[in-house]
């Protein structure tokens, strides 16, 4: 009866992080090993073994930080209508567990750091203590969007760090792109809350600007992300497929947009979920050809 329990346990607190939502900051972390595997040559011995650690670590410490933020937040979360049916609050998830639960991704995290080198491993508590901290920032700064962005843009450059043992600047246009990718679509998101946000003292950028200009914000924000992108393609001298991408992210985002509007926040999950799952896995799939033709044409001149 223990493990049957305990498996049930597991499955909710999966559930109650939205696990399958790992795949919003992966394949740009992806990317960023592929760039670095790029400016090696392609000459890193045990590559494989590289991106499982990369996924490892990735996985591992998105589920750390989205369980210590629900955590934190499960007084706020019983509080708002949106939210109190949420694990924690609904008594579904125990503190106690979602604790434990914590605790073992983020010792699951610095062992796949310890695993791909001493930098990445040297860094690590730096990138939780990212992650940790921003479950904060909504009781004391509007700007709390762009901490997460951080959060998740410091993805790419790990990952960079982690094939190459050391940091190129430009890979922080990675970085950017996806601190300003993820703002733009936390701000859409936290539209929904705006009333609530006022009522209970929150912070954020809807009740700062009021939600028809936080929807505006977030669209320069995306704006801000192709920007960097484009920066990023040139810096590096990448190819068509990696323009095209940036095309595709860009289509995506426009449509994204035009699902949400300052008097109509019902499609907003829509918006948030499905659209920037497709902008990940695209932007993934047109660098990671590029990248991955541009190395089979090498070998063969």
């Not at 996806?178 to 998101?189: N, R, S």
């Not at 699902?259 to 019902?266: G, K, Y």
């Given at each position: 009866?223990?493990?049957?329990?305990?498996?049930?346990?597991?499955?909710?607190?999966?559930?109650?992080?939205?696990?399958?939502?790992?795949?919003?900051?992966?394949?740009?972390?992806?990317?960023?090993?592929?760039?670095?595997?790029?400016?090696?040559?392609?000459?890193?011995p045990?590559?494989?073994?590289?991106?499982?650690?990369?996924?490892?670590?990735?996985?591992?410490?998105?589920?750390?930080?989205?369980?210590?933020?629900?955590?934190?937040?499960?007084?706020?979360?019983?509080?708002n209508p949106r939210?109190?049916?949420?694990h924690?609050?609904?008594?579904?998830?125990?503190?106690?567990?979602?604790?434990?639960?914590?605790?073992?991704?983020?010792?699951?995290?610095?062992?796949?750091?310890?695993?791909?080198?001493?930098?990445?491993?040297?860094?690590?508590?730096?990138?939780?203590?990212?992650?940790?901290?921003?479950?904060?920032?909504?009781?004391?700064?509007?700007?709390?969007?762009?901490?997460?962005?951080?959060?998740?843009?410091?993805?790419?450059?790990?990952?960079?760090?982690?094939?190459?043992?050391?940091?190129?600047?430009?890979?922080?246009?990675?970085?950017?792109?996806?601190?300003?990718?993820?703002?733009?679509?936390?701000?859409?998101?936290?539209?929904?809350?705006?009333?609530?946000?006022?009522?209970?003292?929150?912070?954020?950028?809807?009740?700062?600007?009021?939600?028809?200009?936080?929807?505006?914000?977030?669209?320069?924000?995306?704006?801000?992300?192709?920007?960097?992108?484009?920066?990023?393609c040139?810096?590096?001298?990448?190819?068509?497929?990696?323009?095209?991408?940036?095309?595709?992210?860009?289509?995506l985002?426009?449509?994204?947009?035009?699902?949400?509007?300052?008097?109509?926040?019902?499609?907003?999950?829509?918006?948030?979920?499905?659209?920037?799952?497709?902008?990940?896995v695209l932007?993934?799939?047109?660098?990671?050809?590029?990248?991955?033709?541009?190395?089979?044409?090498?070998?063969?001149?």
């Open positions: 009866m223990v493990m049957p329990a305990l498996w049930n346990r597991l499955r909710l607190t999966l559930e109650m992080i939205k696990f399958e939502h790992s795949i919003f900051a992966l394949p740009f972390a992806l990317t960023g090993a592929l760039l670095a595997f790029r400016e090696s040559g392609f000459r890193n045990g590559w494989l073994w590289i991106l499982l650690w990369i996924v490892v670590a990735m996985v591992a410490a998105r589920s750390a930080a989205m369980a210590f933020n629900r955590l934190v937040d499960a007084d706020i979360d019983r509080r939210t109190r049916n949420r924690i609050p609904a008594r579904l998830v125990s503190t106690g567990f979602g604790w434990a639960f914590v605790a073992v991704s983020s010792c699951v995290f610095l062992v796949a750091a310890r695993e791909l080198n001493p930098l990445c491993f040297f860094l690590a508590p730096v990138a939780l203590a990212i992650v940790f901290f921003y479950s904060f920032t909504k009781r004391f700064t509007s700007f709390s969007h762009l901490v997460l962005g951080l959060a998740l843009g410091i993805a790419p450059a790990a990952a960079w760090i982690a094939v190459r043992g050391s940091l190129d600047w430009r890979i922080l246009f990675l970085t950017g792109a996806v601190m300003f990718w993820t703002a733009g679509f936390d701000i859409i998101y936290a539209c929904q809350d705006f009333e609530f946000d006022v009522g209970e003292g929150l912070f954020s950028i809807p009740r700062l600007l009021g939600v028809r200009r936080a929807l505006i914000l977030s669209r320069l924000l995306h704006v801000a992300m192709i920007w960097c992108l484009i920066l990023l040139v810096l590096l001298q990448l190819g068509t497929l990696s323009l095209i991408g940036i095309g595709a992210v860009a289509a985002l426009i449509y994204e947009h035009s699902l949400v509007r300052a008097t109509d926040l019902s499609r907003v999950d829509a918006a948030f979920f499905t659209m920037n799952g497709w902008v990940s932007f993934f799939c047109f660098w990671a050809a590029d990248i991955l033709l541009s190395r089979s044409y090498a070998s063969r001149y």
